[in-house]
């Protein structure tokens, strides 16, 4: 059984792609190219699930800490609780769909 040169997932000896990254696999000493190249790729996708994840983090600290959810008390003057009131969900709810994106688009 051989191995994906990019993601290192095992593949059969006759596989012409992986199965895990859709990287095209070597056949012979020859490397098999699809008719369709990629629109995305999976590195790229990949990329995009990586900084979705951070961006949703994020939003969940903003949520956590400067939302009132902890023991500490919030001192926030208007100017930043106004600030807070649309940076929150477009930190969570946008990296959630950043990431459910970048998990589609893999196979594209």
Known sequence: ???CPYCGYPAYAYALE???CHFPLTRGGTLYS???TPWIGAERALEIRRKALAVLALGLLLKVYWGGYGPWPVISPPALD???SWLEPLFTEGGAAAYAAGWVLRFF
């Open 18 to 20: 992986c199965a895990k």
């Open 82 to 84: 106004h600030l807070r």
């Open 1 to 3: 059984m051989n191995r």
């Open 34 to 36: 699809p008719a369709k």
